[in-house]
C-alpha cells in the first residue's frame, strides 16, 4: 500500500523559508514522477513542482521557478520541496503526490497522479 507523508509545514514571515519532506512507501518509485501541488482556501488545487525519480528531472509553476527547488533523496525514499523567499500568495495546504505522469508532458496536471498524500499547511505572514 503506497503511502505518502508530508512533514515541515507551518508558519514562516514573507522573505523567509521552510523546507517540506514526502516520505514515501509501499513500492518501488523508480519510473515514477513525484510532485507537490497547493491549494488555498476558495481556490483550485494547482501545480508547484514535480521531479522525475529516476533521473531527477525537475518542472516548476512559473509561479514558484527560482524561489522553490524540488529533490529526492533515493536512500530515504524522500522528496523535499524547499521553499525561499516566501511570499503570502504561497500561503496553502501543501500536498504530495506520486504517479507515472502519462497525462501531461511537463506533469502538471493532477491526472498525472494516483497517489496523494494528507497534505501541510505552510502559512506566510507578511
Known amino acids: 500500500q503506497v503511502q505518502l507523508v508530508e512533514s515541515g509545514g507551518g508558519v514562516a514571515q514573507a522573505g523567509g523559508s521552510l523546507r517540506l519532506s514526502c516520505a514515501a512507501s509501499?513500492?518501488?518509485?523508480?519510473?515514477?514522477?513525484m510532485g507537490w501541488f497547493r491549494q488555498a482556501p476558495g481556490k483550485e488545487r494547482e501545480f508547484v513542482a514535480a521531479?522525475?525519480?529516476?533521473?531527477?528531472?525537475?518542472y516548476y509553476a512559473d509561479s514558484v521557478k527560482g524561489r522553490f527547488t524540488i529533490s529526492r533523496d533515493n536512500a530515504k525514499n524522500t522528496v523535499y520541496l524547499q521553499m525561499n523567499k516566501l511570499k503570502p500568495e504561497d500561503t496553502a495546504v501543501y500536498y504530495c503526490?506520486?504517479?507515472?505522469?502519462?497525462?501531461?508532458?511537463?506533469?502538471?496536471?493532477?491526472?498525472?497522479?494516483?497517489?496523494w498524500g494528507q497534505g501541510t499547511q505552510v502559512t506566510v505572514s507578511s
Open positions: 503526490a506520486a504517479g507515472v505522469g502519462y497525462y501531461s508532458s511537463t506533469y502538471s496536471h493532477h491526472r498525472d497522479y494516483d497517489y
Open positions: 509501499g513500492r518501488t518509485f523508480s519510473g515514477y514522477i
Open positions: 521531479i522525475r525519480w529516476s533521473g531527477g528531472s525537475t
